[in-house]
T-cell receptor
Framework: DAGVTQSPTHLIKTRGQHVTLRCSPISGHKSVSWYQQVLGQGPQFIFQYYEKEERGRGNFPDRFSARQFPNYSSELNVNALLLGDSALYLC?????????????FGPGTRLTVT | GESVGLHLPTLSVQEGDNSIINCAYS??????FIWYKQESGKGPQFIIDIRSNMDKRQGQRVTVLLNKTVKHLSLQIAATQPGDSAVYFCAEGPYGQNFVFGPGTRLSVLP
């Protein structure tokens, strides 16, 4: 079975631009979460979506937004990019069926803002 | 592959020895804890989890110990292998919600 997939793998943007990152969860998983991982640190929670509804939001500015589609795939959007947005953006999916909260992570999208 | 962390605490162990990675957590309300392994160029991989109503849980070659009194979590890896070399993160949170990750520890297995 395919794991969590993310696209693109790498991306280079200029300050002030906008970026859209994409995530496809494991088949059957209805919950998708986004994390930002700055080099040398652990992942930081940005958003969680379940059944197309936002269920959690981390401490990130409004420049960050996301959505989940009927097929449970998800997009993370970041507007007005800053140098500090350079990071590895991770998507994780889970069943979230109450029996387990194991999250499966994708390989991430490496965003570089210049 | 890309480097996960350049200035992380590093634990170096000989192949075949046991490894112990420690983590201090901060939120007294956390009742769910997970250890993740992250290899260079990859996303974090689930290793083992533990609920706050337990103080020990064992998996295949791994054991997690939880001490709620001092808010401490540890991961023990038995008979460490070269493939165990990676960055290890603990994560905490209320069960069913999203997690706060620790800063990570790099495990280096020496031949």
């Amino acid at each position: 079975d395919a794991g969590v997939t993310q696209s693109p793998t790498h991306l280079i943007k200029t300050r002030g631009q906008h970026v859209t990152l994409r995530c496809s969860p494991i088949s059957g998983h209805k919950s998708v979460s986004w994390y930002q991982q700055v080099l040398g640190q652990g992942p930081q929670f940005i958003f969680q979506y379940y059944e197309k509804e936002e269920r959690g939001r981390g401490n990130f500015p409004d420049r960050f937004s996301a959505r989940q589609f009927p097929n449970y795939s998800s997009e993370l959007n970041v507007n007005a990019l800053l140098l500090g947005d350079s990071a590895l953006y991770l998507c994780a999916s889970s069943l979230r069926d109450g029996s387990s909260y194991e999250q499966y992570f994708g390989p991430g999208t490496r965003l570089t803002v210049t | 592959g890309e480097s996960v962390g350049l200035h992380l605490p590093t634990l170096s162990v000989q192949e075949g020895d046991n490894s112990i990675i420690n983590c201090a957590y901060s939120n007294s309300a956390s009742d769910y804890f997970i250890w993740y392994k992250q290899e260079s160029g990859k996303g974090p991989q689930f290793i083992i989890d533990i609920r706050s109503n337990m103080d020990k849980r064992q998996g295949q070659r791994v054991t997690v110990l939880l001490n709620k009194t001092v808010k401490h979590l540890s991961l023990q890896i038995a008979a460490t292998q070269p493939g165990d070399s990676a960055v290890y993160f603990c994560a905490e949170g209320p069960y069913g919600q999203n997690f706060v990750f620790g800063p990570g520890t790099r495990l280096s297995v020496l031949p």
